[in-house]
């Protein structure tokens, strides 16, 4: 099996900035297209940052310009270094991931736990 992984949340005050990571492990051959979402209380789960292999990204228009995504290969790691946070950035964060386990196999989708980002002063 594979297991998405999340850490670095918690509590900053507005303007601050916060490190994400999330760590993928198990039965991996190699990782596709990587994307970090978030659902904030009564929202739907939206993406906000997608990186492909080879280090192309795409943004939302609520972070573009304040957070960055970002990605080991060897490691089988991303990053989402979010800066000037806002309260509206309050949400739970989830890591997402196109795993192919092994040659043969589909590419299948997979979800870590969702860490908590809380923005408050």
């Known amino acids: 099996q594979v297991q998405l992984v999340e850490s670095g949340g918690g509590l900053v005050q507005p303007g601050g900035s916060l490190r994400l990571s999330c760590a993928a492990s198990g039965s991996i051959f190699y990782i596709n297209n990587m994307a970090w979402y978030r659902q904030a209380p009564g929202k739907e789960r939206e993406l906000i940052a997608r990186?492909?292999?080879?280090?192309?990204?795409n943004y939302a228009d609520s972070v573009k310009g304040r957070f960055t995504i970002s990605r080991d290969n060897a490691k089988n790691m991303m990053y989402l270094q979010m800066n000037s946070l806002k309260p509206e950035d309050t949400a739970v964060y989830y890591c997402n991931a196109d795993v192919l386990r092994f040659i043969g196999d589909s590419i299948r989708n997979y979800w870590g736990q969702g860490t908590q980002v809380t923005v408050s002063s």
């Open positions: 990186i492909g292999r080879g280090g192309s990204t």
